[in-house]
């Protein structure tokens, strides 16, 4: 059975999770300097921080950033990779409560993570540790599933042996993003980016996420049958491709 708890659900995927998700663009960065005023001297909360993709790169712009992370092997794979940064602390709590002191941060974020929150008692939350002119940043990279053949197979491999990928799939919370700022307004931006994948590197890609049935579930085997049948079939010089919309949604929170 999928597991339903979403602090939880990626603790035996966090190796492929490192490996095979994608970053995120420097334009994201760009952007919030050159609208929302980031410097090297903002405070961020990147909430849901995982194995650390987006803290990293406030990192290394310069921020004091407070990693909040509720799932424990993901939590500890970023500590471990992001414990050099002075600047970086790791906080063990939930998007819901995050123990930060209340005013205290410049830019709330949440990448790939948004939809798993409990959004009314997350938004408080975030409302309650934004400094006034505080911003608040969600994030996704959304994969592209119609563009390609080989990306309108691969749908049809999550989609047949999936154990809930309709049900978990962000799109009903990004639909949702008006409300979820209201009344507020709010900004948005989309970027293009891509991956490139060998065969390993494909299945630990699926494999990655929360949805793909592990090595004891029924659905296993037959979906990396599946999976190596599409590749061979659409491989370009024994490489295939993702490509992802980063969607970026940000907004100061009344």
């Not at 491999?157 to 809930?164: F, P, Q």
Request: proline share 6%.
């Amino acid at each position: 059975m999928p597991i339903s708890d979403p602090t939880i659900r990626f603790s035996d995927r966090v190796d492929n999770y490192l490996r095979y998700r994608p970053g995120y663009p420097p334009a994201v960065l760009e952007v919030l300097k050159y609208e929302c005023g980031l410097k090297p001297s903002s405070v961020v909360a990147d909430v849901a921080s995982g194995t650390g993709l987006l803290t990293r790169m406030f990192l290394e712009n310069g921020n004091r950033v407070y990693a909040v992370e509720p799932n424990p092997e993901m939590r500890h794979a970023g500590e471990r990779l992001l414990t050099a940064y002075t600047n970086f602390n790791s906080v063990a709590t939930t998007a819901e409560s995050t123990s930060l002191p209340a005013h205290s941060i410049d830019f709330v974020t949440a990448a790939q993570a948004a939809h798993w929150f409990d959004l009314a008692r997350a938004r408080a939350e975030f409302v309650r540790i934004l400094k006034p002119e505080g911003w608040c940043v969600l994030l996704w990279n959304e994969r592209c599933i119609d563009s390609t053949p080989f990306l309108r197979a691969y749908e049809q491999i999550v989609l047949g042996y999936g154990t809930d990928y309709k049900e978990v799939r962000h799109e009903r919370t990004t639909a949702a993003i008006g409300s979820f700022f209201a009344p507020s307004k709010f900004h948005s931006h989309v970027f293009e980016i891509r991956q490139e994948f060998d065969y390993p590197a494909l299945e630990g890609r699926l494999l990655s996420s929360s949805y793909a049935p592990q090595s004891a579930h029924q659905n296993y085997a037959p979906m990396l049958k599946a999976l190596r049948a599409v590749f061979d079939e659409y491989k370009v010089d024994g490489h295939v491709t993702f490509e992802y919309n980063t969607r970026m949604f940000y907004g100061q929170l009344a």
